[in-house]
């Protein structure tokens, strides 16, 4: 059921009418994003995109490695990369996992042995070798200019790294972390990295240097799709992104020691790089950076990753992504987060029916819940403890609407919102941390936030009058309709 590698996944992708590949030389300078640009803009997200002649500006020579772009920027595709028909059957999947009871009985833990074996079947597991050590490449021979690495947008700083999983882990607990963080390239052996003050990347940052000592990195670029996938996916603190995507392949993550540092890769990877950030060095410039926001990220100060060593696949293929102005490629992968992380929002609280991130809104900037009513300021209740809840901290507007809302539906949520509210009753605000990259908030990483209640009112909330019914058919007449419809439809 899992690919085997990158390749593997672009062989479906051609034969299922989801790959072009393009023998125009096209420089990564620019060109490569005004085409995918417009690929991710036409309908339904258009095509994977395959460069296999491409001018690599770094370097100023041919690439001998393709650049694939674009290849989880469908529905289709993501359902392809995950191995379903719709990515709803994996939340459906944690869903089942969730309501297991622990069993009580000999029979039930008999009985339960199947899931548990499985579930250990998912965990990573080390290798003697793979496939992303073919060629090694060390000491001077390194240089990160020799691979066609994108330089996105007129006013970026530079060429970056957007697309690949950076591993690191907890000095005193062991426990590792893979986050998806662009890196921007600085000279032949040196690049930026863009962790956050948020992120779990910085985390280990500031504690390094509590210890002072040096950070050991790897980066992963390629393999499996559902393990580059894993590293973009806001897990809880201390879950393992490999066993994650071990759930999502149904296959454990082959993992391979690195050359020069002690962090394990995906055996599969296309290319890896390592290295190490000294935190006792002084922070280096990184940016401009053209971002999903559809903005560009001003320079700011972040460590150095100092390379050690770069090994890929004889046969490399180069994956990359590019973020700006929405849709993009970025668009599906976060809409299909949103699906598979539902039911653990859910477990927490279950009066949540279902939740909708916008991709015009960049995601965590617009928050649209719907809810199972309970009591009076439930809704509010909901806005305030997602304001608490992991990356849903950063979410600039929450709106609640009643239960038979589809919230997938804007144009119906509209016509709640517009309909349902008081602004003076319904919409609260209030201050807390906003994301990194939020231009708009006062202060960095400090904004205000607005929530809107637009579920029905209340006597116990200040609505004194009673609230007004819906306007719906009854359902003899429609069903009466039904065949008069079908005859003016079809004439």
């Known amino acids: 059921m899992a690919y085997k590698n990158l390749h593997h996944f672009i062989e ?3 034969h299922e009418g989801e790959l072009i590949r393009i023998q125009d030389t096209i420089s990564t300078c620019l060109e490569i994003t005004e085409i995918c ?6 309908k339904d997200g258009g095509l994977a ?12 020579k041919k690439s001998s490695q393709p650049v694939l772009i674009n290849a989880l920027g469908s529905k289709r595709r993501m359902n392809l990369a995950l191995h379903v028909e719709k990515i709803d059957e994996v939340a459906d999947e944690i869903r089942a996992l969730i309501k297991q009871q622990p069993p009580t009985t000999f029979l039930e833990k008999i009985k339960m042995l199947p899931t548990l074996v499985q579930i ?43 697309f690949g999983g950076t591993i690191s882990k907890d000095p005193d607990t062991g426990i590792r972390n893979v986050g998806m963080y662009r890196v921007q390239i600085k000279d032949k052996n040196k690049a930026a990295m863009h962790w956050q003050i948020h992120k779990h990347g910085s985390r280990h ?5 509590e210890l002072g000592q040096k950070i050991p990195v790897a980066i992963f670029l390629g393999g499996d799709p559902a393990i580059t996938f894993s590293a973009a996916c806001p897990l809880p603190d201390n879950f393992d992104e490999f066993l994650f995507a071990g759930f999502l392949r149904k296959k454990s993550v082959e993992l391979v020691k690195c050359k020069t540092n002690d962090l394990e890769v995906p055996a599969s990877s296309e290319m890896i790089i390592e290295g190490y950030v000294d935190p006792n060095l002084p922070l280096i410039p990184e940016g401009p950076f053209g971002d999903h926001t559809g903005y560009y990220t001003p320079i700011d100060l972040y460590p150095a990753l100092h390379v050690t060593a770069i090994t890929h696949r004889k046969n490399m ?15 599906f992968m976060g809409k299909a987060i949103e699906r598979i992380f539902l039911p653990l929002i859910q477990l927490t609280f279950p009066e949540i029916i279902d939740m909708n991130l916008p991709v015009e809104a960049c995601f965590h900037n617009l928050v649209i819940l719907s809810i199972k009513k309970s009591y009076p300021a439930h809704a509010k ?3 305030s403890s997602l304001w608490g809840m992991g990356q849903l901290m950063f979410s600039k507007c929450i709106i609640v609407v009643d239960e038979d809302v589809n919230v997938q539906n804007l144009a119906e949520v509209t016509w709640r919102v517009s309909n349902n509210i008081d602004a003076q009753r319904d919409i609260i605000f209030t201050d807390g941390p906003v994301d990194a990259l939020d231009h708009a908030a006062p202060y960095f990483g400090i904004g205000s936030k607005m929530g809107i209640d637009a579920t029905t009112k209340w006597r116990e909330e200040g609505y004194q009058r009673e609230w007004p019914k819906t306007i719906v058919m009854e359902n003899e007449i429609k069903k009466k309709m039904d065949i008069f419809w079908s005859k003016i439809r079809n004439a």
């Open 49 to 60: 995109l395959l460069f296999e002649n491409v001018y690599n500006h770094n370097n100023q």
């Open 205 to 209: 940052f500031q504690r390094y240097q």
């Open 381 to 383: 209740k909901i806005m």
């Open 37 to 42: 640009d417009r690929m991710s803009k036409s």
């Open 317 to 331: 293929i180069y994956p990359t992504t590019i973020v700006g102005v929405p849709p993009m490629e970025d668009g």
């Open 120 to 162: 250990a079947s998912f965990a990573p597991k080390k290798v003697s070798e793979g496939s992303c050590q073919e060629i090694v490449i060390q000491g001077d021979a390194i240089n990160l200019n020799d691979f066609p690495i994108l330089k996105c947008w007129p006013k970026d700083g530079g060429s970056f790294i957007t």
């Open 12 to 14: 479906v992708l051609e």
